[in-house]
């Protein structure tokens, strides 16, 4: 993270040292502590797995960020990620051609992301409400479409989008690098990435200085959308297979990377670079659980406070700032 | 002339709820598409089946009028469950189990109520987050598997009658009884009502706006505790997935039932009828076999159709 991003977010322990310092920080010490907990941390394999699920965490987190950025939340992403998977499978093994999935997978996605905008700048509902909502209709249409059934077995050119290598690197990292870089220049860079952010801080004083606000939350929740349909392809790819449940448990994750990568809830701050190292943070977390061998009902739990500790020094920062 | 009666004709439309209209449409509708809707005997599996959404949407409502939600109620109500029967198969008596699950959902209300009022957190992530912590130490003390071996004193409390009532109706009545007096009746409801609406008047009228709203969310709690038994006896077991997205028919019959999102304008009866409407829905699908995710969108739908009904309402 360059100086430069962290001079504009607005959130700092002390004057001089860039928030997004702490949480690499926080990543680095938390990777030591398993380097010594576990003999199979630190080899390279284990390594590739934590930076490929970092990718796939983040990918779906990067949109988010920008609904999060402008005080909103996007509740669907999980199960717009299942429903996108499960249309995007049945079109790769129905029609035999992955670029027409990869086509169905991200429009799916993306088409989600307008409804959600819809019923957020449209019909005036809370975001969460909203988004809710959309949860539980995907949901409900996700189980009905596939009636229990699994599709499974994708061409090979296909699976290489989840589990494929380029010079060593898994290509999932690649993605996550691409949009890394797409996301903060779009952020950081843009009039109507500023304009995200102006949306975020004070949605009145955006409008009246000429801001189209409504057009601008269509955006953010579309682009939550596509990058949630995205993530699906690349989670399709790497699984295998696709069923109804897919997503149940990769919204809850998403909006703690977020959160722990510095974006506030209360909208106009925050980086994509910081939700990276929120991603990362929390891959590790379930890393070190599952080489530690503690029982997985432990995940939920473990995020459920890890989100609250997040939101909670989000607040308590802002009220030393203030 | 015409033009008066015209007018009085569409300002008296626009004073019947939205939510009645909603539920005569969904009652006629499946009285039409299939014979077995309108029997005695499925309006009274209907009716009974709708109490353990009524105990949900009671506080549901409460919450919502603060401006809060409370999205771990599902998971909370599970929990509850698993701690009722655990208690009940470990010492043999039903008022421990009873006592255990109340427990649970106290403390859960509580933690929710100092994390929203004392910590500021918003609601919907407070109670997202304390949602994993309820969904997660719901599978790790059963491991993923259901508790059975319930006693039948606890199983004859969903089966049973008294004076020829169905006991869940009597539990439901008396619930709904209890929620109307706090909230229409008390200092509490007061509060309650300028916690959505007003909260710096509750402030400059002397009134712990902060003790208030924690007290709104251990009520939620407790209700969900209380809703334990009922689904514990329902099922005759407890299982780590049984509540599982119930807050969503609760938030659902909420918002069918006209309680806004804002401003803090609530209405008891309407939730109450939101939840029939959610009941004859889940039923008139059930007849007509629609799967139950299935069912779940189409209560998405109807939460869409009546909202837009509000909007428009409120605009014209």
């Known amino acids: 993270m360059s100086l430069e991003t962290a001079s504009r977010a607005p959130l700092t322990f002390t004057r001089h040292v860039p928030p997004g310092a702490y949480r690499l920080l926080a990543a680095i010490v938390l990777a030591l502590a398993l380097t010594f907990a576990s003999d199979v941390f630190p080899t390279w394999g284990n390594l590739l797995n934590v930076l490929r699920q970092t990718a796939l965490l983040f990918l779906i987190a990067s949109g988010l960020t920008l609904v999060i950025l402008t005080a909103g939340l996007d509740l669907s992403v999980g199960a717009n990620v299942a429903l996108s998977a499960c249309l995007a499978a049945s079109v790769i093994k129905g029609a035999g051609s992955p670029w027409l999935g990869v086509l169905v997978g991200v429009g799916c996605g993306s088409l989600v992301g307008l409804f959600n905008g819809t019923l957020v700048t449209l019909l005036r509902i809370p975001s969460f409400i909203a988004t809710y909502g959309t949860m539980w209709i995907l949901t409900g249409i996700t189980y009905y479409y596939m009636g229990g059934e699994t599709i499974h077995g994708f061409p090979p050119g296909f699976r290489q989008f989840g589990i494929g290598y380029l010079f060593g690197i898994p290509i999932p990292v690649y993605v996550m690098i691409l949009f890394l870089a797409i996301g903060t220049f779009f952020a950081e860079r843009t009039v109507w990435g500023r304009q995200v952010y102006a949306v975020g801080a004070n949605p009145e004083a955006a409008r009246l200085s000429g801001v189209p606000v409504e057009r601008r939350l269509l955006l953010v929740y579309a682009v939550s959308g596509a990058m949630a349909g995205l993530a699906s392809l690349i989670i399709l790819a790497r699984i295998n297979s696709a069923q109804g449940d897919l997503g149940e448990d990769l919204t809850l994750p998403a909006i703690a990377a977020v959160l722990i990568g510095g974006t506030s809830l209360f909208g106009g701050s925050g980086t994509v670079s910081g939700t990276l190292i929120g991603a990362l943070i929390l891959t590790l977390v379930v890393n070190g659980m599952n080489l530690l061998q503690i029982n997985a009902s432990w995940q939920p739990l473990a995020t459920g406070v890890i989100v609250l500790l997040a939101v909670w020094i989000d607040i308590a920062t802002r009220r030393d700032t203030d | ?316």
């Open chain 2, 1 to 316: 002339m015409t033009a008066q009666a015209m007018r009085q004709g569409v300002s008296l439309l626009a004073r019947i709820p939205g939510v009645a209209i909603v539920l005569a449409l969904l009652i006629v509708g499946f009285t039409l598409a299939n014979p077995n809707f309108a029997t005695p005997g499925n309006i009274a599996n209907l009716l009974v089946q709708s109490t353990l959404l009524t105990l949900l949407a009671l506080p549901t409502t409460v919450v919502i009028m603060t401006e809060g939600l409370d999205l771990s109620i599902g998971a909370v109500l599970t929990l509850a469950s698993i701690a009722l029967a655990l208690t009940v198969v470990a010492t043999g008596s039903a008022a421990l189990g009873i006592l255990a699950g109340l427990a649970v959902g106290l403390g859960f209300g509580l933690l929710n109520g100092v994390l929203v009022a004392s910590l500021n957190l918003p609601p919907f992530i407070a109670t997202l987050g304390t949602l994993g912590i309820a969904q997660g130490l719901s599978l790790v003390v059963t491991d993923g598997q259901s508790v059975v071996g319930i006693p039948s004193s606890i199983e004859r409390i969903y089966s049973g009658t008294l004076l020829g009532i169905p006991v869940p109706i009597l539990l439901a009545a008396a619930a709904y009884g209890v929620v109307h007096v706090l909230l229409y009746r008390t200092r509490f409801g007061v509060a309650v009502f300028a916690l959505g609406g007003n909260r710096e008047a509750l402030r400059l009228a002397g009134v712990s706006d902060r003790a208030m709203l924690i007290a709104v969310y251990a009520l939620s709690g407790l209700i969900a505790g209380f809703a334990a038994l009922l689904m514990t006896a329902r099922l005759n077991a407890a299982h780590p997935t049984a509540g599982l997205g119930l807050e969503f028919d609760a938030i659902a019959a909420v918002a069918v039932g006209g309680t806004s999102f804002e401003r803090g304008n609530g209405w008891l009866f309407g939730s109450l009828l939101g939840v029939i409407a959610v009941g004859v829905l889940r039923n008139g699908l059930n007849l007509a076999a629609v799967p139950s995710s299935t069912q779940v969108a189409c209560i998405g739908a109807l939460v869409i159709v009546a909202l837009f009904i509000d909007a428009l309402r409120s605009r014209a």
